[in-house]
């Protein structure tokens, strides 16, 4: 049975945290570390601060500030704690000193939690070399700001380094007559097209299709809910706490 | 038992017509008119032109060219034969000279005789006043040399009236950071987005994706073999033979 | 701007209808009527009984119990104030008394609220009769305890309908090889097949698959939030503070 | 360039063989043997027997009867060419003949060579052990005649293995109330549902569905057209015409 803190635990992602991990079998959530007051502190302790921390803990959770960050991964690595990241957004210097920490104990920082989305980037990646071409279809709601997504772009990538590395190389373009512009989406480079789709109601779909003569492979993947996180932190966890070093993401593990 | 002609018996679309209206129990193909040998005769009489028809016919289908076209309508009203029509690419002209023989016998001209294409436009437009945003996604083949698709055009162009009808106003674009120009597709109009997917292997295919807080409907057309028209020809068939005057597109008849 | 009463507003849907319509222009909430306390008011009047609200009402919306709504339906035919009921589980003597309140004022009763649902299920319905089969895949999370959902088999039996008064009749089962029980789904008349699919992660989604000759047709209808009946009720609330008489459902409103 | 014999070159997939191998830059079909005439040569020399084939030949590729691969493995064997097999229903004693040929050639026998399918259901094995539950829903033309396919039931039966072997049980179905009997599909072991649906229209479709808290991954395969195997082939043939051995199937060769 782990035992387990999580630092930001009053945060959306700390709170979902909380409920999750509590609920699997083999893990307890002792501790809730956050300046603010949680909404729930199901079951766990609530505490301001990592200074606060007993030692009798197996691992922490970390999906608070950069600042808290490099705070937590110094009292990990002095106090032997494994440490899992999902906090984004830090600075050079704040990763070299999460990464410092993985010379003491096992410290996973990654951006995507998320199994199936990790699965769906390699898939996609595997399969790439294989097809005559490639295009991706991205599906959010209508909030969202920027596009491509960014988990299109490191998708297209990962499409276009993997088939680069295979020397496959897609054939010129032969639309030659456009009605408007942009109906072709955006080249991500070696004709992997991006089309970003924003309606309301949609959460975070996106689609890779793969084409060749007679034949096509459509790797999607749907994100309804950020609990998807809960199986990705669960395997980080289990694999930090059995393995020194620092590692960034969790593709390796799977 | 409706005994049929098939001008422009020979090509590629009067083959499939000769094939497939002879399979049903309603219909018998008694003639394939072409100055080319037909593949397949399918065991219709042959002729060279449709001078030659035989006055015991209800009804003559038409997949050659306009010149012919123009000739078939004449033969058609002088020997009061109903006419269905899926040449394409006629001349204003030749239209006006195809929609007099329509006051003497039933003529219906379409450039779509899919069932699925047509009640798909129809749905799109009957539930887009209803959506807070409408986007369409058309897949095709890559040989396919312009974009978006006729079909995605005037799917959009009904869509759009449909919504101004209504007094519908589609919000403005959220999207404010653009890492890849063309992410978002083509603007149709009223923010309606057209994204064109073009990949070997598949062949024609639409989406129409309507949104709304907490929900999403979407209507797709597969279209995978020419024979799709079978069945709008069978329908136009029964109508011209039991009405007079001339008739474009077989959404009405639906 | 019409003035609102929400009657069972510390439920889930009560709170869901107290936040979306109030955020409406052309609607304010007035007030929440629930014994329970509310967690939110959203800036209405919490009163405890529909007994206190006063008369200056346009429209009362029920997401309460069967009982009462009977005692809601009283007080709107009493003082002439429109009423929406989406609370479910109505006896036939609370439907009758339900009913009743139409003779003096607009009352919708609805099962479902979701304008993308009802449309689905009325172009399924439309396009039946011009297949040759038509199949419903429906997929929901799995913790849902029945199979087929209740859509599905109100879809499946409008489909059946529509086929039958067309004249349209499904062709025999070609399937004669097994290799596992269940495989083909169940039949819920007139061959109209149905697959439930049970998945964790998954919400709400329904597809209709009509099938042709050459061609497909797919309506797909996707839930993600019960926010996705505020449209429907806001167009029930139009229509039930404009028209007297009862009315079930809002599929005909559309 | 590789020099190439087609076996069976009259028959459906080795006329497309010819056709789709020929127009490749890195080989030329030499001849095609067939006891009949095949429809189009496509430039090749027609040969009744593989007797006749003359030696310099790099590879044969064999899509005609169990009888007659093992007298094209025989020849292959005894003139040191590479041989590709497409052709299916081999007995137990034909097939050892056949591996007998691989101690001096490279020899490749595949039922499938679509190497979408392939990687399909090897993503299908790869992600399984990480989500909850996983369900396939097959779709096919209407006139095919069992249900499910083999596809189907060999990908339930990776699916079923790779969870084993991962110690990954699938928890019992909560579905408890069934109107219809046969909605959830058939049980291909573990809780791996198969649901076959069956449209005219359709081709050949698979779309693996696998799903875990707030999140869903699903793999689609889509066959449109025989010419899919080409590329199967192709890699099969540069692997065959390097590599002396027995090798069944061309998973291991992507």
Redesign the interface.
Known sequence: MLRIAIVGGAGRMGQIMAE?LGERPDMTVVALVDPNEPRDCFGAQHLTSVQELARELDAVVDFSTPDTVVATAAWCADHHVALVIGATGLSAQQRIAVEAAGEHVGVILAANF????V??ER?AA??AP????V?I?E?HH???????SGTA?ASAERIRAARAAAGRVTPP????????????????GDGV???????????AHQEV???????????????????????GVALALEHATTHTGFHFGIDDL?
């Open positions: 999750c998320s199994i199936g989305a699965l769906s898939f595997m399969a294989y097809f005559e071409r295009e279809v599906l209508d909030r969202k700001v920027d596009a491509p772009m373009e032969p639309t030659e007559r456009f009605s408007l512009e942009g109906a072709r989406g955006a080249d991500a097209r991006i089309h970003s789709v924003r309606l309301p109601g949609l959460l299709l793969l084409g060749s003569t007679g034949e096509g492979l459509t790797i999607r993947h749907d994100s309804y809910d950020r609990r998807s996180f809960v199986g799977l």
